[in-house]
């Protein structure tokens, strides 16, 4: 096994930036490494890196002798043969489409319609979704369980086509809080680049578990090919109801996960701690810890032994992205010995923009630029270029002039970057309140500070000409008028909520459980 500097040294040899380079470099390092375990008990299964580049190229192969240049949609959860299907339609150079496996099969219908999808590749779970779309179209499926069983019978293949990077390689939906999903294409340049430079700006150490789903470009990055890269196992999850008991089966050191994941074990911890009459030791155990890292003792391991050993006992770091994060759970998992470094990403930029270092992490921001982006702010307005950058949006140009403009691409987060380049996010354009008095309000501010008040389960923050409404969904069915005026105090006069509604059910969300607004 090499040490961290000596897989850095072997990949910043490579020659090309590219997806198959960049398997093949952790070939040439740890041939026999593992690279994916999946399944549990007697089904638990490992496969070595060389195994998995063979079955890469051995799919890529199929494909390339049966589609040119064409659309390929994958749809399934979390699996071995999803991830291989990735890498080979890419590599075959066709086009792969990542579907939402939780989408209604009308939506689905209707994207794989729009892209004009030649093959579908589907889990075994999902061979009645895969009937019902192929159906009154051209449409082939191939179940990833034929997949798996035309791997295991092949031999050695030899697979020599390279594909022009900066072709499409890759249209990913976004999920659409405010409207219509778009298909953001992506490049394999953009892909990779974006993954490579990531990687030597926050090195991932030890091996990890991917519970995030497949068909969002944060998990494919930072899951598995930022954990790959880096020469550690990859556990494939089975899902967020597993998630919990996979951390002890599995002791990862890191993960990729998005804001949920932070608030469920955070949420967790409390209650158990609750629940054993520890409530009041675990306080005072996380106010000593503050005291002696500042006079440069840290025994934060064996102080909060306990609950390190409720998640594996090895884990270490975590990047989350995805949403906004509560700087209280970034400090509070620092407080029991893990490093919680938050990023910022978007889709369109393949997709992470920025992130938290090792070396310095600066509260309340989302970290510095990838070493491939460039980030300014234009009229308060998050924008970005470089290697990561998308395409366009497939088949929409207004759209693609629109946020592909001046030679930036225009997020729609509002924000601003700081004299020493770290990146600070302060809501979404479309979402911003404004007042008659000219001052701007930003609704993801207010429902940070409301979202750490006890029994505020959901919360969205609009503006009704000048007043600001909060709307609470509370699981528990509590009421908070007494806590927002306290909060209220604690504002400035035009930030003050003058309405608190409540409502008896959760806001509907998006497949990635963001509310719609």
């Not at 299907?85 to 209707?110: Q, R, Y």
């Not at 919990?244 to 949920?260: E, F, G, T």
């Not at 701690?273 to 064996?302: F, N, P, Q, Y």
């Not at 924000?415 to 008095?437: A, C, E, P, Q, W």
């Amino acid at each position: 096994m090499l040490t961290t500097e000596q897989w850095q040294r072997l990949y910043r040899q490579i020659d090309s930036v590219d997806l198959r380079s960049m398997l093949e470099v952790r070939v040439k390092g740890d041939p026999e490494g593992i690279a994916f375990v999946y399944g549990v008990g007697d089904d638990r299964t490992e496969k070595s890196c060389s195994q998995f580049l063979g079955d890469v190229l051995a799919l890529a192969s199929h494909l390339h002798d049966r589609y040119q240049h064409e659309k390929i949609a994958l749809i399934g959860e979390n699996s071995y043969e999803w991830i291989v299907g990735f890498f080979a339609t890419i590599i075959s150079d066709n086009v792969v489409v990542p579907l939402d496996k939780d989408l209604p099969v009308t939506d689905l219908d209707e994207l794989v319609e729009r892209c004009g999808c030649a093959l579908l590749v589907h889990s075994r779970t999902y061979a009645d979704v895969a009937e019902a779309l192929g159906e009154g179209r051209a449409l082939e499926t191939l179940s990833m369980a034929d997949v798996a069983e035309m791997l295991a019978g092949r031999g050695e293949v030899e697979f020599a086509h390279r594909r022009d990077p900066d072709d499409v390689c890759a249209i990913f939906f976004t999920s659409g809080t405010t409207g219509s999903p778009k298909g953001v294409m992506l490049s394999e340049r953009n892909i990779s680049h974006d993954s490579y430079y990531s990687i030597f700006d926050l090195w991932l150490e030890g091996d990890s578990v991917l519970t995030l789903p497949l068909h969002h470009t944060f998990s494919l990055a930072v899951g598995v090919i930022g954990a790959y890269v880096c020469g550690h196992a990859i556990y494939i999850s089975r899902g967020l109801r597993h998630f919990a008991a996979d951390l002890v089966r599995h002791r990862p050191a890191s993960l990729c996960v998005v804001p949920l994941y932070l608030e469920t074990l955070h949420k967790r911890i409390w209650q158990q701690a609750k629940a054993d009459g520890r409530e009041g030791r675990l306080r005072r155990a996380l106010r000593l810890s503050r005291v002696l890292r500042r006079l440069g003792i840290d025994v934060r391991r064996r102080l909060f032994g306990q609950i390190h050993e409720g998640l594996g006992g090895r884990l270490t770091d975590v990047i989350c992205g995805g949403a906004y994060l509560d700087q209280d759970y970034v400090d509070f998992f620092g407080d029991i010995g893990i490093n919680i470094y938050n990023g910022y990403g978007i889709t369109e930029c393949s997709p992470i923009v920025s992130v938290n270092r090792a070396e310095k992490s600066v509260a309340h921001s989302v970290g510095r630029p990838v070493s491939c982006l460039e980030v300014a702010t234009l009229g308060g307005e998050i924008c970005v270029r470089g290697d990561a950058v998308m395409l366009g949006y497939y088949d929409d140009a207004a759209a693609t002039r629109e946020a592909l403009a001046d030679g930036w691409f225009h997020t729609g987060d509002l924000g601003y970057v700081s004299d020493d380049g770290y990146v600070f996010m302060t809501g979404r354009k479309k979402n911003l309140i404004i007042l008659s008095n000219g001052k701007n309000v930003s609704p993801e501010e207010l429902e940070g500070r409301l979202a750490r008040i006890d029994g505020v389960s959901e919360v969205v923050v609009t503006g009704e000409g000048d007043r600001i409404v909060a709307e609470v969904y509370s699981k528990e069915g509590r009421t908070v008028d007494a806590d927002v005026e306290d909060l209220n105090r604690r504002l400035p006069p035009y930030k003050r909520i003058a309405e608190v509604r409540y409502r008896d059910t959760e806001f509907p969300k998006t497949t990635t459980q963001k509310i719609k607004r």
